[in-house]
């Protein structure tokens, strides 16, 4: 049973990652990272795909051999970033919000940059 799960988990993963190469705002990196793990424990013919994909492959591959982002992922990253606290700020949310707004975004951001290229 425990495969089944994370064979159907590994399915959204890769469902939430599709999802965000069409729509700015969420990564797609991260949910194929986390669909590729599903996959070893569930489907290895499913994680070979991943790997062998010519889009999805290479960050995965990068991630697993290197912990390494490609430049234009982490640029693409803290600008999203930079523009959702922006979005913040014009509609007014309250400081406290923006405080853990801020705490949560510039860890993310920090850990983002300071993985190799």
Known sequence: MTRMLWFAFGWV????GLIGVV???LPTTPFLLVAAFSFSRSSPR???W???HPQ???PIRDWEDRGAISARAKTLAVAMMGLVFAISLIVGMPGWVLAVQAFCLGGAATF???RPD
């Open 23 to 25: 729509l700015p705002g």
């Open 56 to 58: 999805f492959g290479p």
């Open 50 to 52: 991943l790997e062998n």
């Open 13 to 16: 993963a890769v469902a939430l």
């Open 46 to 48: 499913l994680r070979l």
């Open 112 to 114: 983002i940059l300071t």
